[in-house]
T-cell receptor, first 110, second 116 residues
Framework: GQSLEQPSEVTAVEGAIVQINCTYQTSGFYGLSWYQQHDGGAPTFLSYNALDGLEETGRFSSFLSRSDSYGYLLLQELQMKDSASYFCAVDSGGYQKVTFGTGTKLQVIP | DVKVTQSSRYLVKRTGEKVFLECVQDMDHENMFWYRQDPGLGLRLIYFSYDVKMKEKGDIPEGYSVSREKKERFSLILESASTNQTSMYLC???????????????FGPGTRLTVL
């Protein structure tokens, strides 16, 4: 089966850097995505890694190590509006069947 | 902008009722998905469809069925609602990705269903 593990909650200070980890065990692997969801809102796509290494998009970066079945989302210069839940998701192929992790609730404090 | 709309934000039904949740996307996406979201369990895939009249079971299809008669519309049906189906239901759509590209899913606002 498919399983993804990420911390349930993380707290960080405004202006700081926070890393949200994701480890996965899946029967197939095409890529790892990250989504953000604010309370009461819909998940929105943040980033995607198909190959090992770091992908940077503004204040957000995402890293993947396929050999370790591990990835992380790095948020820099944290802002209060970054308080949200963050989900990693594995695309295991086969007509785009995507499995989501259980989500990490990030609280940014002043 | 991609727009995914769901027929209701909040819905209250009684045990045993037949429930229809509708989802419409306006970007001509091939793929559509239904998830339910529960605290501590994340998003769990119920059904997905990669083409009109095609459907595939996800991880938790029991108690649900789906219909996709038109490309833009994907319906989730609870044949006989039960209290354990009280949840947030999220619909999503995605285009067929380019080789090596992300499968970016675009989500609707969700329907919070309560079954009494």
């Amino acid at each position: 089966g498919q399983s993804l593990e990420q911390p349930s909650e993380v707290t960080a200070v405004e202006g700081a850097i926070v890393q949200i980890n994701c480890t996965y065990q899946t029967s197939g692997f095409y890529g790892l995505s990250w989504y953000q969801q604010h309370d009461g809102g819909a998940p929105t796509f943040l980033s995607y890694n198909a190959l090992d290494g770091l992908e940077e998009t503004g204040r957000f970066s995402s890293f993947l190590s396929r050999s370790d079945s591990y990835g992380y989302l790095l948020l820099q210069e944290l802002q209060m509006k970054d308080s949200a839940s963050y989900f990693c998701a594995v695309d295991s192929g086969g007509y785009q069947k995507v499995t989501f992790g259980t989500g990490t609730k990030l609280q940014v404090i002043p | 902008d991609v727009k995914v709309t769901q027929s209701s934000r909040y819905l209250v039904k009684r045990t045993g009722e037949k429930v229809f949740l509708e989802c419409v996307q306006d970007m001509d996406h091939e793929n559509m998905f239904w998830y339910r979201q529960d605290p501590g369990l994340g998003l769990r895939l119920i059904y997905f469809s990669y083409d009109v009249k095609m459907k595939e079971k996800g991880d938790i299809p029991e108690g649900y069925s789906v219909s996709r008669e038109k490309k833009e519309r994907f319906s989730l049906i609870l044949e006989s609602a039960s209290t354990n189906q009280t949840s947030m239901y999220l619909c999503a759509s995605s285009p067929r990705p380019l080789a090596g590209g992300p499968d970016t899913q675009y989500f609707g606002p969700g329907t919070r269903l309560t079954v009494l």
